[in-house]
């Protein structure tokens, strides 16, 4: 009885049980756990309670499909279809970045610059699958939140998140609005959401041109343009800096994230634009990773 199984393909799970399925020497338990909870649609807890429940034959063949995948290097948030982030599960797709825990560090700051202004309205430039937007409109309900993107799948992403998060708000006043923009371009254009913002927010593509990052690991699979400008990792952050105070009132803020090495040239960029109080703050890893400064 044990033998058959024992000589099953080293290489692929042995027995269905979750217990056995966690033994697999392939994937590092977290991951296997991850993707036996979305399989099965269990919780944490239950895939410990019911470590030896049996299979089904449909199961062990998702999870091995995945598995399969993993191992191949796609990112585990593309398998699962979901990512969490700022207390949000948002729905995620290769059109989109997966969204990152240092990003939540823009929420915060944003957040924390929108406290007392009657309903705020903010600006989310290259939006990607929504999450900073719509962490914004989450916290903060009477924001009024754009969110921008140049790729229309993109936005499709972050429209189906934020009526899953039921944030889109009513129709005649909506919480969160999308705009299908290359960065300020249709901004202008398009009716009824007209400058000035009270803050404005970007995590844009800002690694250089030829970084061996965009050629390792998860990164090969996410958006290339939404991780590189394809130059020198500032082209788009010139223009975001470049293009904010006309769009935000007196007294309105810019905040972008920014690669490890750039807060010093992004505060260059801010004062060359004439914001005061231009400020870096750093992520939990200790990295300057969010500069900012105010439209005086
Ligand atoms: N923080 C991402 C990374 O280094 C890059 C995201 C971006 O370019 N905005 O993987």
Do not use: K
Request: proline share 7%.
């Amino acid at each position: 009885m044990t033998g058959e199984a024992d000589q099953a393909n080293d290489d692929a799970p042995q027995a269905a049980t979750v217990a056995a399925l966690l033994r697999d020497p392939g994937l590092p338990p977290l991951e296997t756990r991850i993707l036996l909870a979305h399989v099965l649609g269990w919780t944490r807890t239950q895939l410990i309670t019911r470590d030896r429940d049996p299979l089904g034959p449909a199961t062990v063949a998702a999870f091995s499909a995945l598995r399969a995948r993993r191992l191949a290097g796609e990112p585990i948030a593309y398998l699962t279809g979901t990512r969490e982030f700022f207390g949000l599960t948002l729905s995620v797709s290769p059109a989109v970045l997966i969204p990152r825990p240092e990003t939540e560090l823009l929420v915060e700051l944003a957040l924390a610059r929108l406290a007392g202004i009657t309903a705020p309205r903010v600006l989310d430039l290259g939006t990607g699958s929504g999450a900073i937007a719509l962490a914004i409109a989450h916290a903060c309900p009477s924001a009024h939140v754009t969110a921008l993107d140049r790729s229309a799948e993109a936005l499709d992403v972050a429209r189906a998140n934020a009526a899953q998060l039921d944030l889109l708000g009513p129709a005649d006043n909506p919480r969160v609005h999308f705009v299908a923009s290359d960065w300020y371009a249709a901004l202008d254009a398009q009716s009824g959401i007209t400058a000035p913002f009270d803050v404005i927010v970007s995590n844009p593509p800002y690694i250089v041109a030829g970084d061996p990052h965009l050629s390792q690991g998860d990164l090969r699979h996410e958006p290339v343009d939404a991780l590189t400008d394809h130059a020198d990792g500032l082209s788009a952050l010139r223009r975001i800096v470049a293009g904010a105070p006309s769009r935000l009132r007196a007294g309105g803020w810019l905040l972008c994230e920014h690669g490890y090495d750039q807060a010093a040239a992004v505060r260059d960029l801010c004062l060359a634009a004439n914001f005061a109080d231009v400020f870096s703050a750093h992520d939990l890893a200790g990295i300057e990773r969010t500069t900012g400064g105010r439209r005086v």
